[in-house]
């Protein structure tokens, strides 16, 4: 029984200073948030980032790349969210982000000819002017920036139509991604049961 008596105090020393510890921990916390640290909630539209070849930076890391990177593209992911898309919340004939938040950036490694046109390697915007039956895609210089609030046609630097693909299946999350064909590559663009496939040549 003395021993028992004897590790009461102590088992109470222990709660006591584990208790003290958890209030120190919170006070940390309390004290970054008050000195203006803030901590972003998770965006509903996230970004994402896809490259020609597919995932070229895994393939580096583990040194079975066998060509530099062609392509990249960052855009942000909107969820369908059991909303009708086209025609309602993406509307018809008018100029789109491709995506959410920040304006779809898209670079080129190497000169690129995209319907007919000669792309030099850089930085671009890629916008897009959906309809029913087709897409204009629109590749623009003026980068980072939101949205398509402060489009300028001035700065394009091509135009090309594309027409639309009807889906099997719904596409939840918006999404964009490479794919190689044999003259290069194609950048596919799904939301909801629409699809489109933007061919992008190469030498």
């Known amino acids: 029984m003395r021993k028992t008596s004897l ?29 203006g640290v803030k901590v972003p909630a998770l965006d509903k539209s996230p970004m994402d980032m896809s490259y020609f070849p597919t995932d070229y930076p895994i393939l580096k890391t583990q040194n079975k790349a066998t060509t530099a990177p062609l392509a990249r593209i960052i855009y942000s992911r909107p969820q369908k969210d059991n909303r009708a898309i086209f025609g309602q919340l993406i509307e018809y004939n008018k100029v789109w982000r491709l995506g959410a938040n920040e304006a779809t950036e898209i670079e080129f490694f190497k000169d690129v000819t995209i319907g007919g046109k000669k792309v030099l390697k850089g930085r671009y915007t890629l916008y897009a002017i959906p309809t029913e039956n087709k897409w204009t895609v629109i590749i623009n210089k003026d980068t980072d920036t939101w949205g398509a609030f402060v489009y300028d046609e001035k700065k394009d630097v091509l135009r090309t139509d594309v027409p639309v693909q009807i889906l099997t299946s719904p596409v939840d999350a918006f999404s964009m991604s490479f794919n190689k064909l044999d003259k290069g590559m194609e950048l596919f663009i799904a939301w909801d049961m629409v699809g489109v496939s933007l061919p992008i040549e190469f030498k």
């Open 7 to 35: 590790a009461i105090p102590f088992l109470f020393l222990a709660l006591a200073s584990k208790a003290q510890g958890q209030s120190t921990l919170n006070t940390s916390v309390a004290t970054s948030v008050q000195q």
